[in-house]
């Protein structure tokens, strides 16, 4: 029974994938918005390139995986990021299947890269996430804050879009207190995550995207 569990489970990640590469090879044309150089260039200079550690993909249904880019105008990727995609595909084939996780998404960002004053603006949390989900990329657990889709302001540059994920301490309970569970921005993560002993994430990712309108 184990053997049959198992090779289902590996027959679903092939077809998912196989799916995924044929929706990514469909997208592979040249943005004349925003050509290579000029992605990898907004990037390093407004990416915090740092953050980009570990294989932790971000997979949205018609962009792919968009770990560690910076979103395209072309096929109005944008407007499709904030106006009609709903959460990701998140994907870390390194999880330990016994290993429960949280994910948080952030914008430090908010409302603008120059004058962040409402940093960290919650995006999504969710904890209890079973490790081999995550190598399937399904996220599924508890929800604290439901996903939130990136709709940076008109005029205010690029913001990145973090993604955490940590290891869950065993029988630990995580959850908002009353003043963060009302606001979704000015959250202080490193208290939170301080609170809960989360430690440094395992993994880390983000994207830049801009208003669509811009």
Same mark, same amino acid.
């Given at each position: 029974? /184990?053997?049959?569990?198992?090779?289902?489970? #590996?027959?679903?990640? @092939?077809?998912?994938? @196989?799916?995924?590469? @044929?929706?990514?090879?469909?997208?592979?044309?040249?943005? $004349?918005?925003?050509?290579?150089?000029?992605?990898?260039?907004?990037?390093?200079n407004g990416g915090d390139s740092s953050i980009c550690r570990g294989n932790l993909q971000v997979i949205y249904p018609e962009l792919g995986n968009a770990a560690c880019i910076v979103i395209p105008k072309c096929h109005d990727f944008r407007k499709l990021l904030s106006k009609k995609w709903s959460a990701p595909y998140v994907r870390f084939p390194d999880a330990l299947e016994d290993t429960m996780y949280v994910l948080i998404m952030v914008d430090p960002d908010a409302p603008s890269?120059?004058?962040?004053?409402? #940093?960290?603006?919650?995006?999504?949390?969710?904890?209890?996430?079973?490790?081999?989900?995550?190598? =399937?990329? /399904?996220?599924?657990?508890?929800?604290?804050?439901?996903? #939130?889709?990136?709709?940076?302001? $008109?005029?205010?540059?690029?913001?990145?879009?973090?993604?955490? *994920?940590? /290891?869950?301490?065993?029988? #630990?309970?995580? $959850? =908002?207190? /009353?003043?963060?569970?009302? $606001? *979704?921005s000015v959250w202080d993560l490193d208290s939170f995550t301080s609170r809960f002993n989360l430690g440094k994430p395992v993994v880390s990712t983000q994207f830049l995207t801009e208003n669509y309108k811009d």
């Open positions: 029974m /184990e053997e049959f569990t198992q090779t289902t489970i #590996r027959m679903k990640q @092939l077809v998912y994938f @196989l799916l995924v590469g @044929l929706d990514i090879l469909s997208h592979m044309e040249v943005d $004349s918005s925003v050509d290579l150089e000029e992605s990898i260039c907004i990037f390093k890269r120059e004058n962040p004053t409402f #940093r960290y603006w919650r995006h999504w949390l969710v904890t209890k996430i079973h490790g081999r989900e995550l190598q =399937l990329g /399904e996220v599924r657990g508890t929800v604290l804050t439901a996903y #939130r889709p990136p709709t940076p302001p $008109s005029g205010t540059g690029y913001h990145r879009y973090q993604f955490f *994920l940590y /290891e869950q301490p065993v029988s #630990r309970t995580i $959850s =908002l207190d /009353e003043h963060e569970a009302k $606001s *979704l």
